[in-house]
């Protein structure tokens, strides 16, 4: 299966820790995004990249949030100085710039304790 | 910014009734209408979509009308079955402007045998 693979799924960080995502992306497609996800509600966007250059971020992103994909192909996210608030799922997508279809990745958890 | 408004949030079911899920959008330039279904613990998953220039579209059990004028997009699902039991979340995003996919806050359909 080449569908679009996050790592690590699960993480448990204490507060004021450091917390990286990685997220490789169905290959070929070149549009990457990232979105939050909270118990009983709907994904929420946070960024997204189109090759390598981030095209646009949320207010949701803040300055303890961030996102690269340097080479165009895999993407990360780093969240610094963890807060309980940033406990939730974070999942990555991606798409071909001239095909309308978004496929999710299955998720990564974040519990901070 | 767009803004997508779901309803019901929770839907019950008895296995072969029809389960119908409603969503409005804001903006009116906004023409690509994906529907997701997303299970326990894993990512959203695409199951149908319709773009601004049709009007309905037909996958076996699944359908999806969309109202441009009322700015309404709707979810069908006739005989349905107790594997249809999951979360469903509507979305719409302005494809050629680059713009991101945002979601409703989901319904949780029951289908109960």
């Known amino acids: 299966d080449t569908g679009v693979s996050q790592d690590p799924r699960h993480k448990i960080t204490k507060r004021g820790q450091n917390v990286t995502f990685r997220c490789d992306p169905i290959s070929e497609h070149n549009r990457l995004y990232w979105y939050r996800q909270t118990l009983g509600q709907g994904p929420e966007f946070l960024t997204y990249f189109q090759n390598e250059a981030q095209l646009e971020k949320s207010r949701l992103l803040s300055d303890r949030f961030s996102a690269e994909r340097p080479k165009g192909s895999f993407s990360t996210l780093e969240i610094q100085r963890t807060e309980q608030g940033d406990s939730a799922m974070y999942l990555c997508?991606?798409?071909?710039?001239?095909?309308?279809?978004?496929?999710f990745g299955e998720g990564s958890w974040l519990t901070v304790v | 910014g767009e803004n997508v408004e779901q309803h019901p949030s929770t839907l019950s079911v008895q296995e072969g009734d029809s389960a119908v899920i409603k969503c409005t959008y804001s903006d009116s330039a906004s023409n690509y209408f994906p529907w997701y279904k997303q299970e326990l613990g894993k990512g959203p998953q695409l199951i149908i979509d319709i773009r601004s220039n049709v009007g309905e579209k037909k996958d076996q059990r699944i359908a999806v009308t969309l109202n441009k004028t009322a700015k309404h997009f709707s979810l069908h699902i006739t005989e349905t079955q107790p594997e249809d039991s999951a979360v469903y979340f509507c979305?719409?995003?302005?494809?050629?402007?680059?713009?991101?996919?945002?979601f409703g806050k989901g319904t949780t359909l029951s289908v109960s045998s």
């Open positions: 997508a991606s798409s071909l710039v001239q095909e309308d279809t978004i496929y």
């Open positions: 979305a719409a995003e302005h494809r050629q402007a680059g713009t991101a996919l945002i």
